[in-house]
């Protein structure tokens, strides 16, 4: 049982180019969800999908793109990344109340 | 709309004091409050979660909040700090639900000094 994990754990990026963020559970939850982690700020929630097959946009969705493929894997996508898109990424799932987080992917766009 | 507001970004005590870290939150609706850890360099870790049973929570490491509804307060709690407990602490609010969106604080670092 691995919980949530997520690849890469780092990754550097030039302006303009595109990426994906993979998300994984295997704890057959229902909700997944993507958050950002800026110094400061908290976390902010990017997008969420409470079940496969939907998708809802959170606080801060600009410049992101998800796919919430099959129950177990939401993706993130960033089609043409911007330096204010230097963050740290975490994705959770949950089923009720609490969630679970993955290790973060730590993204440079220089 | 819901939010959090934690009191002091940067708490340091002394290993064996008491450690008080401030939550407080606004929700139109009851809500589910939460505190996280985050560890340096990891993920952040549920410690305890108050979902409208008892008011007193404890949760993991020997943390425990109390919820007072008047004070629409939810402060983090131990007795005695341990060097252990050093890292970021996150409150967060949720009105539950099918979607169940979490709303952050910007966290409390916390150090522990020997």
């Known amino acids: 049982n691995a919980g949530v994990t997520q690849t890469p754990k780092f990754q550097v990026l030039k302006t303009g180019q595109s990426m994906t963020l993979q998300c994984a559970q295997d704890?057959?939850?229902?909700?997944m969800y993507w958050y950002r982690q800026d110094p400061g700020m908290g976390l902010r929630l990017i997008y969420y999908?409470?079940?496969?097959?939907?998708?809802d946009k959170g606080e801060v969705p600009n410049g992101y793109n998800v796919s919430r493929l099959n129950k177990r894997e939401f993706s993130l996508r960033l089609e043409s990344a911007a330096p204010s898109q230097t963050s740290v990424y975490f994705c959770?799932?949950?089923?009720?109340?609490?969630?679970?987080f993955g290790p973060g992917t730590r993204l440079t766009v220089l | 709309a819901q939010s959090v507001t934690q009191l002091g970004s940067h708490v340091s005590v002394s290993e064996g004091a008491l450690v008080l870290l401030r939550c407080n939150y606004s929700?139109?609706?009851?809500?589910?409050l939460f505190w996280y850890v985050q560890y340096p360099n990891q993920g952040l870790q549920l410690l305890l979660k108050?979902?409208?049973?008892?008011?007193l929570v404890k949760g993991i490491n020997g943390f425990e909040a109390e919820f007072k509804k008047s004070e629409t307060s939810f402060h983090l709690t131990k007795p005695s700090a341990h060097m252990s407990d050093a890292a970021e602490y996150f409150c967060?609010?949720?009105?539950?639900?099918?979607?169940?969106?979490?709303?952050f604080g910007t966290g409390t670092l916390l150090a522990v000094q020997p």
């Open positions: 929700s139109s609706v009851p809500p589910y």
């Open positions: 704890m057959n939850h229902n909700s």
């Open positions: 959770a799932s949950s089923e009720g109340t609490g969630k679970i």
């Open positions: 108050y979902t409208s049973a008892a008011t």
């Open positions: 967060a609010v949720s009105e539950g639900g099918a979607t169940n969106k979490l709303i």
């Open positions: 999908s409470a079940s496969e097959g939907t998708t």
